[in-house]
Structure formats: C-alpha cells, structure tokens
C-alpha cells in the first residue's frame, strides 16, 4: 500500500519557467510533509516542509502548497534553472512509537532544459 | 542541517561475507537513527530506527538478524549486513532526525554482491 505517491515519474521544463511537481497521500494522520532533491549516489538534500496545518509554505524560489482536503501537495520552484535538475522526493512524517518516521514517494525526475 | 557522514562510500563483497557500514553524525547528537534502502529508479525504503543504546526497531519485512544496527553512542550508527548475497545489493542511507519536520541524511553507500 503506497501512502505516498508521485504519479509523474518524469518531469521536463524550461529554465526561467516554473516546475510544479506533486505528491498524493492517503494518511490523514501525517504531520509534515517533506520535499527532498536527489543525485544518483548521493543522499537526498532537505529542501522544503509544511506543517500538516499550513497550506502553504515559501522559501525563496521553492514554495510548497497543502491541500488536506485532497490530500495533495506540490511543489512549486520558479524560476527553474538548469541545476535543479534531479529526482525530487516527497515524503510525509508521523509521530510512531515515541519518534517520527518518513514515508517517501517514488520520486520524479526533473530535467531543466537551457 | 546536521552533517551526517557514511563510511564506505561503496564496497563491493562476495557472496557470504559480511558487510559493516557506518553512519556518523558529526554535529548533532543523535539518540535516533535511520537506515533506509534504495533499489534503482525506487523510493527510499525504510529498514530500522536505530535507537542509543537500545535495540533498534525493524519494519515488517526486514529480517533482524540478516541486518544488524548497533547504535553505540551519540554520534554513530553501524549496519551490518551478514552473509550478503546478490539480492542485498542496493544503496544504503542513513539519516538523523530534527523532529517531524526535518530528516538529514548521509550520502548513502553503494553495497554490490558479487
């Protein structure tokens, strides 16, 4: 049972352009939620999180947008440029068992093009 | 963030021996860890939370004795992968948590079985 999807594999964009990518989730009782960017080989970099009782959270050109209703976020980077491509994971956090443990989407792969 | 390092960054081993990886964290002091797999073009799969000096907690599917965690002091976590074969190639990363809505992660190791 995937309680967090991305359903984009794949995503490409222009470079000054916006990349909008999104993540389903089925688990009401998450509290946060997670973006991540991934390098092959390398360990996913923290880049943005929401509270599960914001919808809405912005830093610099990453902004990520909650909806519970849909149980539905996305991540928006304007403007994109041509390092932001990688595999960018969503994840969403719940308190179990005294800590929180994460839960990763697949991922989607954006490609920037110049 | 906190800066997490993992040591090796890549080993390759026969089948039936064993494989220790450590997970250091060099700036935060970490009563809880996390070990996660990655299949190729997969999600981050959560194995174990390791926990200071206790037993660290499996998900269901991972076989406790197959994959060791000793988590020994503040600052390092090990996992060992005893008799390792084929299937148990894959990437492994370690993270240290800030609480719900924060998860820094290592830079992962890249184990082959030959």
């Known amino acids: 049972d995937q309680q967090v999807k991305q359903n984009s594999p794949s995503l490409s964009v222009q470079e000054g352009r916006i990349s909008i990518l999104n993540c389903d989730y089925t688990?009401?009782?998450?509290?946060?939620f997670l973006w991540y960017k991934k390098y092959p080989a390398e360990g996913p970099t923290f880049l943005i999180s929401?509270?599960?009782?914001?919808d809405k959270n912005e830093d610099g050109r990453f902004t990520v947008f909650l909806n519970k209703s849909a149980k539905h976020l996305s991540l928006h980077i304007v403007p994109s440029q041509p390092g932001d491509s990688a595999v960018y994971f969503c994840a969403a956090s719940a308190h179990t068992s005294g800590t929180y443990k994460y839960i990763f989407g697949t991922g989607t792969r954006l490609k920037v093009l110049a | 963030g906190a800066v997490v390092s993992q040591h090796p960054s890549r080993v390759i081993c026969k089948s039936g021996t064993s494989v220790k990886i450590e997970c250091r964290s060099l700036d935060f002091q970490a009563t809880t860890m996390f070990w996660y797999r990655q299949f190729p073009k997969q999600s981050l799969m959560l194995m174990a939370t390791s926990n200071e000096g206790s037993k660290a907690t499996y998900e269901q599917g991972v076989e406790k004795d197959k994959f060791l965690i000793n988590h020994a002091s503040l600052t390092l976590s090990t996992l060992t992968v005893t008799s390792a074969h084929p299937e148990d190639s894959s990437f492994y990363i370690c993270?240290?948590?800030?609480?719900?809505?924060?998860?820094?992660f290592g830079p992962g190791t890249r184990l082959t079985v030959l």
């Open positions: 993270s240290v948590g800030g609480g719900g809505d924060t998860q820094y």
């Open positions: 688990n009401s009782m998450f509290d946060y």
């Open positions: 929401i509270s599960s009782i914001k």
